[in-house]
């Protein structure tokens, strides 16, 4: 199973970013999928996920700014980022938790991240 983030970039403050997880391979399902960030000198933290019934929890910090959604049927999952402060910028890691098409069996992906950099 593969991850691909996509959709980073340099960005005002105040401004908006779309970022972008599809999940590709031998999968049969996929279940819950989050977005997590890491800033420079801190630890990777939770930003949002979503099951896949639709039903979302968010990080404090980014409540009523980020919204998380995804396509079941193409299996990707999005991140749109709107009123982004200097504090978002990080490199933003998408998980997914999926199922073997071979196996049956769940296991835990990670993308390589995405650099979101907000500054003036």
């Known amino acids: 199973v593969q991850l691909q983030a996509s959709g980073g970039g340099l960005v005002q403050p105040g401004g908006s970013l779309r970022l972008s997880c599809a999940a590709s391979g031998s999968i049969l399902s996929v279940n819950d999928m989050g977005w997590y960030r890491q800033a420079p000198g801190k630890q990777r933290e939770l930003v949002a996920t979503?099951?896949?019934?639709?039903?979302?929890n968010y990080a404090d910090s980014v409540k009523g700014r980020f919204t998380i959604s995804r396509d079941n049927a193409i299996d990707t999952m999005y991140l749109q980022m709107n009123s982004l402060k200097p504090e978002d910028t990080a490199v933003y890691y998408c998980?997914?938790?999926?199922?073997?098409?071979?196996?049956?069996?769940?296991?835990?992906?990670w993308g390589r991240g995405t650099l979101v950099t907000v500054s003036s």
């Open positions: 998980k997914a938790n999926t199922q073997s098409r071979w196996s049956g069996t769940w296991s835990v992906s």
């Open positions: 979503i099951t896949s019934g639709g039903t979302t």
